[in-house]
Structures are given as C-alpha cells and as structure tokens.
C-alpha cells in the first residue's frame, strides 16, 4: 500500500511559503488509477474557488470541473503524469458558485527516496482577466473581430488564449476548438528545426517575426500561411502576449510555381 503523507515531499516551512505565494498551489495524492485526492490547497486556491479547505481535502480535482473544461486536455494531463513527466496546459474551471475561470497548470510530480510518484504539485496562474482584457477592450474587438485578416493571441508560451472567426473558419475550426490548444496544432512538420529557431531568436530579441509558415488546416491539408508576430506588452512595459496576423499566400505560391515552369 503506498501510503502518503506531506512529511515525504515538503517540510512546514516550505509549505508555509506555499501559504505566502499569490498563485493558487495544490498537492494531490499520486492514485492515477484509483483517482487523486486534493491533500493541500493554499490560500490562494481557496480564494479563486470559493471554496473552504474543508470542502476540498481529500476530493478529488474534477470538483472544479464543468462543461467547458477541455476533456481532451485532461486526457493528455493524465497521460503525461502516467509518465512520470511534468505537464503544462490550460482549461477552464468552476468555482464553487459554477463561476468558470481560465486556469494554466504547471504541474509536477513528486517523488520519494525510491523515485516512486506519491504525490503531484499543480502551480497555477489564472488567466482569465488577461483574456477578458481582450474581449472587453472595445477598441480591439472593432477592429479584431470585423478584420478579414486572421488573428491570432497566444500566451507566452505559446498556448492559445484568443483568436477572431477569420482565423478559426480560414483553418476549418470553431474558435472554441482552439482556445487553450498549442500553437503546434498548426505545425505541418514541413519546416526545420532552425526556422523555429531563429523565429524564437527574433521574438526574444527584436520583439517581432515575419515569415512563411507551411501551416496545418484541421483537415490536415496545408499552405503558405505569411504570418506577422509581435510581443504584447501591458502598460508597465511587462510581456504580455503574443499577436500574430496570417495570410494565405498559398495561390501566390502556386501561381509563382507555375510561372517558373
């Protein structure tokens, strides 16, 4: 029987720094299969639920679940923490008043002497006012939403977080199918290593990229996708997100082809 308790991974101490941190942190069991029970909140979980810690030690985490939540996401979490793997991702949540939220998860597992799983740690950030930033913002939504051009908002690491109907319907998706999804849904596999790289490198270091993408649709057929990406900053100067602006510039690409012959 693997039994567990906080005395294996974490002293008070650390988990009094946990009680201090403004994200909300939570630490399950490691019962995969038999299903995790919540074994430590902090106060900041408790303040984004509404829930008490009465109410959520030993439940186990699809409490915070409800219709939006991204089934599929969930499936990927358990796989990947099956494998003993950290994961990142994001989905929506309920509060206890069935409130959803937008949560990322950053979560890892922890291991005892014997390298044997007995718990996981799930760090959080709450997204929900920064998307909601977007869709409130009368000025954006004038001209994001009523532009024939597709748009697109990821988080800094590269997770959906928005995008307008152009650039849902232009790939064959409902705009729901791809919040929350990585960027990499787009990815063709057609393009090396190194001009993922240097897109990286101009991001990091000149705060933009322009280029030719050989993109995926959700039907899988592909084309020349000429994206524009620049890093969003809030008002105190902070990343923020990234915006990128699309065009399929796969008839000029045929066209040009053909030209040559």
Same mark, same amino acid.
């Given at each position: 029987m693997?039994?567990?308790s ?5 002293s008070?101490?650390?988990l009094?720094?946990?009680d201090? !941190?403004?994200?909300?942190i939570?630490? #399950?069991?490691?019962?995969? *299969?038999?299903g995790v %029970?919540?074994l430590?909140?902090n106060?900041?979980?408790?303040k ?5 810690k009465?109410e $959520?030690l ?6 915070l ?6 089934q599929?996401m969930?499936s ?8 003993g793997e950290?994961?990142?991702g994001? #989905?929506?949540?309920y509060?206890?008043d069935?409130?959803p939220y937008?949560?990322?998860?950053s979560? !890892?597992?922890?291991? *005892?002497?014997? *390298?044997?799983t007995v718990?996981f740690?799930s760090?959080?950030k709450i997204?929900? %006012?920064?998307?909601?930033?977007i869709n ?6 004038s001209i994001i939403?009523? +532009?024939p051009?597709?748009? $697109?908002v990821s988080d800094?690491?590269?997770?959906i977080?928005? #995008?307008?109907e152009?650039f849902?319907? +232009?790939?064959?998706y409902?705009v729901d199918e791809?919040?929350?999804?990585h960027?990499?849904i787009?990815?063709?596999g %057609?393009q090396s290593k190194?001009?993922y790289q240097?897109m990286w ?9 322009e280029g ?6 959700k ?6 996708d000429k994206?524009?990406?620049k890093l969003?900053k809030?008002?105190d ?5 990234y915006?990128?602006? !699309?065009?399929?510039?796969t008839n000029? %690409?045929n066209?040009?082809a053909?030209?040559?012959?």
């Open positions: 693997n039994i567990f906080l005395d294996h991974v974490a008070k101490s650390i009094c720094a946990f201090f !941190s403004l994200d909300p939570a630490i #399950t069991d490691g019962n995969l *299969n038999g %029970k919540i430590y909140v106060p900041a979980f408790l984004q639920t509404g829930y008490s009465e $959520l030993g439940q186990s985490p699809k409490i679940q409800g219709p939006k939540s991204n599929e969930l990927k979490l358990k796989e990947t923490l099956l494998r950290d994961f990142k994001q #989905t929506t949540n509060k206890k069935k409130t937008i949560v990322q998860w979560i !890892s597992p922890l291991k *005892n002497v014997y *390298n044997k718990a740690i760090i959080q997204l929900t %006012k920064e998307i909601d930033a409130n913002n009368i000025l954006f939504q939403q009523q +532009s051009e597709a748009i $697109l800094l690491e590269a997770n977080i928005y #995008t307008n152009t849902a319907k +232009s790939l064959g409902q791809l919040i929350g999804k960027t990499r787009l990815k063709s %057609k190194e001009f240097q490198f101009e991001l990091l270091n000149k705060e933009n990229f030719v993408f050989i993109s995926k649709k039907d899988n057929s592909l084309f020349y994206k524009i990406i969003i809030d008002i100067g902070a990343p923020k997100c915006m990128s602006i !699309s065009h399929d510039i000029l %690409k066209a040009l053909t030209k040559k012959k």
